[in-house]
């Protein structure tokens, strides 16, 4: 079976792809890799998420890096995604090569996984990740070693919380929202977000209330991901408490989901909009606006709006950290809930995220549904969604061809504006006259086609959705 990353790593279900002796694999892949472009491995910070076999995961991993003289600082318990970038590069007296982090992110409770940062503290590149597939192509059971307990003197037992904590209140103005008594109900998700959002509320007297914060890896019974089918507890307890906005993070804390103080879901799209326009207006902070190509043109129209430069990437937020890291941007977004910010770390960050919406509030006094509607009344109206059509491995060459011939197969279509243009970065995107749009791109990990569509009102997103589910049936 043939190991391979993905958009955001290796992951698979465990006891089948994820097993003890598949992260040995993995592990020992990436050790080679790091000593081989550095003569040493050095450092590796090794975090780990609330699922099943998380810590005794991190711990094989640890003993593999360790054989290979690595230094390796181990969280002392489950560590945000965004905690442990920022560890990669907060301490400038000691170069980290890099981080693993044993997670599937917003995946059902049965999946686990690797995500391998390197050591700018963002995902690893495609360039990185097909070379420790090179390597992990070449290697066996018996190619892996091993030191034969934890105890050894290269293994640290590091807390990262407070360092990232620190600069947190460099970016977020927590005194804003203390001062405006915002009433704030999170949502963990059963994962990691919960003890970092707790102490930035105890430190900074923010009022917090929490649901959902025990870890369980089993998620409470479904995906810990923060979209809107999953803020039911979130939306009760905001009800119970008349609160005045809802904030939740994903498994390892990278994503977020908000709802405003109605209970009303604030789509990820809209938020990064909200933000931009929040960071240059209040902020006055300088640089472009990135986001993927699946990602909203509300950017767009708020770059435009205000005389600044748009950035599109291929989907993956790599690619977008890759212009954070860079200083080009005042934000950077992907519609699968991700975003970060300028002199932040090149990875999302569903806690910054949900910060960040908490003083959009305190300090504009407004709630986001109504932030939402005077920035459309400003730059234009965009409504978007994601479906995702069902595509068996037998129809995917088929399907492929239809995604192809995307533009040509709508122009035939009635009641349709022409293609303006067609972009080829990742999938196929069409681009109407009308500014409406459409991207096709069959999944690299799953049997569907992800298809994105956005209109300027709800009625012809609608029928964008329904042509596009009869264009691609099969």
Not at 277 to 282: A, F, H, Q, R, T
Request: with cysteine; proline share 5%.
């Amino acid at each position: 079976m043939a190991l391979r990353f993905g958009t955001s790593g290796w992951r698979g279900i465990i006891a089948e792809e994820v097993t003890f002796a598949n992260v040995r694999l993995v592990v020992e892949a990436i050790a080679r890799y790091l000593q081989g472009t550095s003569g040493a491995a050095g450092r590796v910070i090794i975090g780990y998420d609330t699922r099943f076999l998380s810590r005794a995961f991190a711990e094989e991993a640890a003993r593999t890096l360790l054989a290979h003289n690595v230094r390796v600082d181990l969280c002392h318990a489950p560590t945000p995604t965004p905690t442990i970038a920022y560890g990669v590069i907060h301490d400038k007296r000691a170069t980290v090569s890099g981080a693993l982090n044993i997670t599937a992110s917003h995946n059902p409770p049965e999946y686990n996984g690797i995500k391998f940062s390197s050591s700018d503290g963002g995902p690893a590149l495609p360039q990185v990740t097909h070379a420790i597939e090179t390597v992990l192509e070449k290697l066996t059971s018996k190619d892996v070693q091993q030191v034969p307990q934890l105890q050894h003197p290269h293994l640290h037992i590091v807390k990262l919380e407070q360092p990232y904590i620190d600069h947190l209140a460099r970016l977020v103005d927590f005194d804003a929202i203390r001062k405006s008594k915002l009433h704030l109900v999170y949502d963990p998700q059963h994962g990691v977000g919960a003890s970092v959002i707790k102490q930035i509320a105890k430190q900074f007297r923010i009022l917090l209330e929490c649901v959902n914060d025990n870890p369980d890896p089993s998620f409470g019974g479904h995906a810990p991901d923060p979209s809107e089918n999953h803020l039911q507890d979130l939306r009760q307890a905001m009800k119970a408490s008349r609160a005045g906005l809802g904030i939740s993070t994903d498994g390892d804390a990278d994503r977020f989901g908000v709802l405003d103080r109605d209970g009303s879901f604030i789509i990820p799209n809209d938020l990064i909009g909200l933000a931009a326009d929040y960071l240059i207006v209040e902020r006055r902070l300088k640089g472009g606006i990135g986001r993927s190509v699946a990602t909203t043109h509300l950017l767009d129209a708020v770059a435009a709006y205000h005389d600044r430069k748009l950035l599109e990437t291929p989907v993956g937020f790599k690619y977008v950290g890759d212009l954070i890291k860079h200083d080009e941007l005042v934000i950077g977004g992907e519609e699968s809930a991700g975003l970060s910010i300028r002199g932040h770390v090149p990875e999302k960050d569903g806690i910054l995220a949900c910060l960040l919406a908490a003083e959009m509030v305190a300090v504009r006094r407004k709630s986001l549904q109504q932030q939402r509607r005077e920035l459309f009344r400003r730059v234009g109206a965009f409504y978007n969604s994601r479906i995702n059509i069902q595509v068996s491995q037998d129809d995917r060459k088929f399907v492929q061809k239809k995604i192809e011939n995307l533009p040509g197969l709508f122009n035939n279509l009635a009641g349709f504006p022409a293609v303006e243009r067609e972009i080829s970065i990742d999938g196929r995107k069409v681009i109407f006259k009308d500014g409406a749009w459409v991207l096709v791109r069959l999944s690299g990990t799953e049997p569907v086609a992800r298809c994105y569509c956005e209109a300027s009102t709800p009625a012809q997103l609608r029928k964008l959705q329904r042509a596009l589910n009869q264009l691609l049936a099969v």
